[in-house]
Nanobody
Framework: QVQLVESGGGLVQPGGSLRLSCAASGKISSFNAMGWYRQAPGKQRVLVAHITGGGSTNYPDSVKGRFAISRDNAKNTVYLQMNLLKPEDTAVYFC?????????????WGQGTQVTVSS
């Protein structure tokens, strides 16, 4: 069973930066993809960053140019660097991993870490 644990959230002023970490119990080099999602109070959980096994990344327009996903396979950790933060970035951020098998796709989630952007 894959376990994901997020850390690095906190309170930051608008325009500031944070780096979130997601430590995985499994070998992330064997995962087909990893990503970060966020969920604000009363809102749906939405994708903010995605990285494939080959290293390709994609982002929604809302965070392009401000957020960057990366990984360290030796540490089994994926990161989300967040710059130029805005109040609308306030949310719980969740780490996600996808593993494909012969019978389908398995999806795993961390417990989330709170990010608050406020003056």
């Amino acid at each position: 069973q894959v376990q994901l644990v997020e850390s690095g959230g906190g309170l930051v002023q608008p325009g500031g930066s944070l780096r979130l970490s997601c430590a995985a119990s499994g070998k992330i080099s064997s995962f087909n993809a990893m990503g970060w999602y966020r969920q604000a109070p009363g809102k749906q959980r939405v994708l903010v960053a995605h990285i494939t096994g080959g290293g390709s990344t994609n982002y929604p327009d809302s965070v392009k140019g401000r957020f960057a996903i990366s990984r360290d396979n030796a540490k089994n950790t994926v990161y989300l660097q967040m710059n130029l933060l805005k109040p609308e970035d306030t949310a719980v951020y969740f780490c996600n991993a996808e593993v494909f098998s012969l019978v389908g796709r398995s999806t795993y989630w961390g417990q989330g870490t709170q990010v608050t952007v406020s003056s």
